[in-house]
């Protein structure tokens, strides 16, 4: 079983749709969670992280963590086709402990 | 400014012989990183390296990879005698470690483009 996973889709959309994308993870040690934006033969593009559990909100985007659960959410408001990618997970265990655990990421097509 | 770059960006090699690809961090980051990304899956960690030392290594660097970073600056990553599962994209990331822990402070990793290598 990997420390990371995520439902791969793919998700398809219409255009102003509230999007959700989530993790599940199995290490408690992780305290710091992110989500990466792929485009097609582009390497990551980090979004948003969070520490620990709760919410943050940037613009259309809203990451949520809930540790007791081991359960982590990216929402994105009012989608547009351009946010069409691949949004990976990712996660470890401590602010400088260095590398990243990555979910397989799901494919994500808004179409207008 | 400048962000995280990776060369080539892609190689196609024959089974059985050496590639070497380069990656040149943001200026200033003390951290680099090495991961591996097959199709449809998420990035897997090689090795990372702050400043000069290579702090870790993941058990899928075999033998046959090699990576340095001699100066604290570029990286390289060498794949001798390769073989067709090598086929991915190799991605390099960089991080700023700071000396003094800051407040609210998270190694964030910035990632390159990419190599994308094919075995045949």
């Known amino acids: 079983q990997k420390e990371v996973e995520q439902d791969p889709g793919p998700l398809s959309v219409p255009e102003g749709a509230i999007v959700s994308l989530n993790c599940t993870y199995s290490n408690s040690a992780f305290q710091y969670f992110m989500w990466y934006r792929q485009y097609s033969r582009k390497g990551p593009e980090l979004l948003m992280y969070?520490?620990?559990?709760g919410n943050k909100e940037d613009g259309r985007f809203t990451a949520q963590v809930d540790k007791s659960s081991k359960y982590i959410s990216l929402f994105i408001r009012d989608s547009q086709p351009s946010d069409s990618a691949t949004y990976l997970c990712?996660?470890?265990?401590?602010?400088?402990?260095?590398?990243?655990?990555f979910g397989r990421g799901t494919q994500l097509t808004v179409w207008p | 400014d400048t962000g995280v770059s990776q060369d080539p960006r892609h190689k196609i090699t024959k089974r059985g012989q050496n590639v070497t690809f380069r990656c040149d961090p943001i200026s200033e980051h003390n951290r680099l990183y090495w991961y591996r990304q097959t199709l449809g899956q998420g990035p897997e960690f090689l090795t990372y390296f702050q400043n000069e030392a290579q702090l870790e290594k993941s058990r899928l660097l075999s033998d046959r990879f090699s990576a340095e970073r001699p100066k604290g600056s570029f990286s390289t990553l060498e794949i001798q005698r390769t073989e067709q599962g090598d086929s991915a994209m190799y991605l390099c990331?960089?991080?700023?470690?700071?000396?003094?822990?800051?407040?609210?402070?998270?190694?964030?990793?910035?990632f390159g483009p990419g190599t994308r290598l094919t075995v045949l």
């Open positions: 990331a960089s991080s700023l470690d700071p000396t003094l822990p800051l407040a609210g402070y998270t190694d964030t990793q910035y």
């Open positions: 990712a996660m470890n265990r401590g602010s400088t402990l260095g590398r990243l655990y």
């Open positions: 969070t520490y620990s559990s």
